[in-house]
């Protein structure tokens, strides 16, 4: 996993969307994540500069300060919607999905629509925090991972 400069954010690799819209998760992030552990992640829209979505685990998030948002939002929480359906909190869009015990999630194409992504792109997987990882579409630290010329950038 390379660190794209001296003290910046770390890079699980990269991820393509693919024809029948599912997206293959980078190992060590699943790892990192506990991501399979519960067959379902919590999805969240991306910030304005990255886009694309982020990634957390229902155990992850209730252990956390932003435990609050699975508080007051028991939908979310207790998955009463759609397999990729998104809600609204507070500036952001929450959605849960399946997650297989290989680290493969399938996004309908409403969630794509949502989150302006398209089948073909790809997405860098980038470690955000100890509570979430980043599934980025664009922006520098995009730019950054296509022009990296240290630890080859894996592909998934």
């Given amino acids: 996993m390379p660190q794209l400069n001296k003290g910046g954010k770390f890079v699980f690799g990269f991820s393509v969307i693919n024809p029948d819209l599912t997206i293959h998760i980078p190992p060590q992030a699943l790892s990192e994540y506990d991501a399979?552990?519960?067959g379902k992640v919590i999805i969240f829209t991306g910030s304005k500069i990255t886009g694309g979505f982020c990634i957390t685990t229902y155990s992850l998030l209730s252990n956390s300060k932003l435990s609050?948002?699975?508080?007051?939002?028991?939908?979310?929480?207790?998955?009463?919607?759609?397999?990729?359906?998104f809600i609204q909190y507070k500036g952001r869009k929450y959605a849960w999905i399946?997650?297989?015990?290989?680290?493969?999630?399938?996004?309908?194409?409403?969630?794509?629509?949502?989150?302006?992504?398209?089948?073909?792109?790809?997405?860098?997987?980038?470690?955000?925090?100890?509570?979430a990882f980043t599934m980025g579409a664009?922006?520098?630290l995009l730019e950054k991972a296509y022009n990296f010329h240290g630890e080859e950038i894996e592909r998934y």
């Fill in 36 to 38: 399979v552990r519960d």
């Fill in 68 to 85: 609050h948002i699975l508080e007051e939002c028991p939908a979310l929480r207790d998955c009463q919607f759609s397999d990729g359906e």
């Fill in 98 to 131: 399946n997650i297989d015990k290989d680290g493969v999630i399938k996004l309908p194409q409403s969630m794509l629509d949502v989150l302006e992504l398209q089948s073909g792109m790809e997405l860098l997987s980038i470690r955000s925090s100890d509570i």
């Fill in 138 to 140: 664009k922006g520098p």
